[in-house]
């Protein structure tokens, strides 16, 4: 397979694409990206066999790793297991300083690690080069929150005791991660899970494997003990299902579809695991006629468009108020025909490939649906594009119960709603089974805090089109998932309180 994406042929953009996947060829070479990490050793498959890596813009190979099934995966329970009592033991801030020099090895790498996403997953250089800047925050981030596992002590209801509550780390916890952010995910989990004393196994997305791999090159360096961290690639069902059986598995932090977060939620019952959920959103972006309609366009192309429409945080929904919605239409337009697409090593691609064939069948069905249901497509008729590109469209008279009211799209295609009131808005935003983020473009700030009290997501976007930080609590609720990624909330999700009741007697 191979294909040219739309603005590839120049010959300065090919010496750009060339030069941009040697570095990614080479970092993959020289740091041997092919074996998978288990136990502080490099290992193969048992059957040998292996699984290829394809960059979703060339559709060739760029890599090969172990495809590895149950037997791998319970030797990495087993030592991440053994591993447990020594790095739940250190003081928390010797599991600092290698945090730290985590972060360091991130940040030294960043170029070559951001070629590599680009590579491996398709986004654009500049938006890989953001994605790993991303993990480096979080890496830092709990470098120095490991040092901040604060227990408490409360007044006693009798004289003679006293009351103290211990933090203490949940076990070994398995990490199941997506390939839309594949460094970032694995960072944003592990990073708080080993600041907190748990040891990890993480079983990336088949699609971009090659990013763990790297986070795990650079953890070795770092000086994380054996079976601290470990990545185990290959096979999701099987390697899912030793993990959520095993007992001695404490914790299953999951980022990907609902649908494959509710098996895994069922598969960890038995064993009752604690769960951290960050699974599908379908986010509202709502814009009122008060809005300032520029900066409603500028953060709706962000939304929409970032990562070529695939995160979770993406807008899904696009409703107008009716008094600006002719406005708003003809700029979003504007500025989705201006959008570069093609290979992320061009300077100035916007867009990329989405990550494989089944997520373009999956967008040509929610749009071709949508279109017998009566929506007209305003622009990006082409669509699909060559290959895994999908060209940016707009649809507008889309009718409330098109599949893609409900459902993802995860690509560059934005559903655009006209509405009237604040109620009606409330009611179309909220009336979905999923709750992640949503984005309210207002300037009145009595109607923005009454809105977004209302909005049922566990982050909004207020005049901005992006949310990302370290620092704050990343989630959802309803079919959204449970629990938070970031600052001390992502923190406490890898503790457990201990109570100790004394008698001074
Ligand atoms: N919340 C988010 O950020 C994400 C949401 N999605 C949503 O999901 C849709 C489908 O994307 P898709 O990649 O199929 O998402 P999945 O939920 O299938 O994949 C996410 C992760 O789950 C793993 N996985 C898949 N099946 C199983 C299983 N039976 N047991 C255990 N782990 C499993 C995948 O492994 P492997 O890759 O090896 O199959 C990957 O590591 C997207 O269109 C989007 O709507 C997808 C990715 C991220
Ligand atoms: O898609 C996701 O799962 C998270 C998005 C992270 C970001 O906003 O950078």
Redesign the pocket.
């Known amino acids: 397979m191979s294909f040219a994406a739309p603005h590839d042929a120049s010959t300065a953009n090919e010496t750009a694409i060339r030069e941009g996947r040697a570095r990614a060829r080479a970092l993959i070479r020289e740091w041997d990206l092919k074996h998978a990490y288990i136990n502080g050793a490099w290992q193969d498959a048992d059957s040998r066999e292996t699984l290829d890596v394809i960059d979703p813009a060339r559709g060739d190979v760029i890599g090969a790793v172990p495809f590895m099934r149950t037997s791998e995966a319970r030797r990495a329970i087993d030592a991440a297991h053994d591993a447990f009592a020594g790095w739940s033991r250190k003081l928390a801030k010797e599991r600092a300083v290698i945090l730290r020099r985590w972060r360091d090895l991130l940040e030294a790498h960043q170029e070559d690690l951001a070629a590599l996403i680009t590579l491996e997953q398709g986004k654009p250089y500049d938006q890989a080069l953001r994605e790993v800047i991303g993990a480096i925050a979080y890496a830092e981030w709990y470098g120095e929150e490991a040092k901040r596992a604060y227990g408490q002590t409360m007044p006693a209801t009798q004289r003679d005791r006293r009351v103290v509550v211990q933090k203490h780390p949940v076990g070994v916890v398995a990490a199941?991660?997506?390939?839309?952010?594949p460094l970032t995910m694995v960072v944003r989990k592990c990073a708080p899970a080993l600041a907190a004393g748990c040891t990890v196994i993480v079983?990336?997305?088949?699609?971009t494997p090659l990013s763990a791999l790297a986070a795990a090159k650079l953890a070795e360096q770092a000086g994380f003990p054996a079976g601290v961290f470990n990545v185990v690639t290959g096979?999701?069902?099987p390697?899912?299902e030793a993990l959520t059986g095993d007992e001695r598995v404490r914790m299953l932090s999951?980022?990907?579809?609902t649908?494959?977060?509710k098996?895994?939620m069922a598969q960890c019952a038995p064993t009752m695991k604690k769960l951290s959920l960050?699974?599908?959103?379908n986010a509202p972006f709502i814009v009122m006629d008060d809005a300032d309609i520029d900066a409603a366009v500028a953060g709706a192309m962000i939304s929409k468009f970032r990562n070529s429409g695939q995160?979770?945080v993406c807008a899904n929904r696009i409703f107008v108020q009716d008094g600006v919605y002719d406005a708003f239409v003809s700029k979003f337009i504007a500025a989705s025909k201006a959008q570069t697409i093609g290979n992320g090593f061009v300077p100035g691609t916007e867009i990329g490939p989405l990550?494989n064939r089944?997520?373009v069948a999956?967008v040509e069905r929610l749009v071709e649906n949508a279109r017998k249901a009566g929506a007209t497509l305003v622009y990006g008729a082409e669509l699909p594009g060559e290959g895994h590109f999908v060209r940016p469209l707009v649809m507008t008279d889309v009718p409330h119960d098109a599949d893609c009211f409900d459902?993802?799209l995860?690509a560059p295609v934005a559903p655009i709603y006209r509405f009237s009131t604040e109620a009606e808005v409330i009611e179309l935003a909220n009336r979905v089974r999923t709750g992640l983020s949503s984005y309210l473009y207002s300037r009145d700030i009595g109607r923005i805090q009454r809105i977004a009290d209302r909005l049922e997501t566990g982050v909004v976007g207020i005049n901005d089109g992006t949310t990302s930080h370290e620092g704050a609590p990343f989630g959802g609720v309803k079919e959204s998932g449970q629990g938070r990624e970031g600052g001390h909330w992502g923190f406490e999700e890898y503790l457990e309180p201990k109570y100790l009741n004394y008698a001074i007697g």
């Open positions: 199941i991660t997506p390939w839309n952010f079983k990336p997305a088949e699609d096979l999701p069902q390697i899912a999951f980022t990907g579809s649908e494959v977060g098996r895994l960050e699974l599908g959103g995160t979770c990550i089944q997520a999956k459902e993802e995860f």
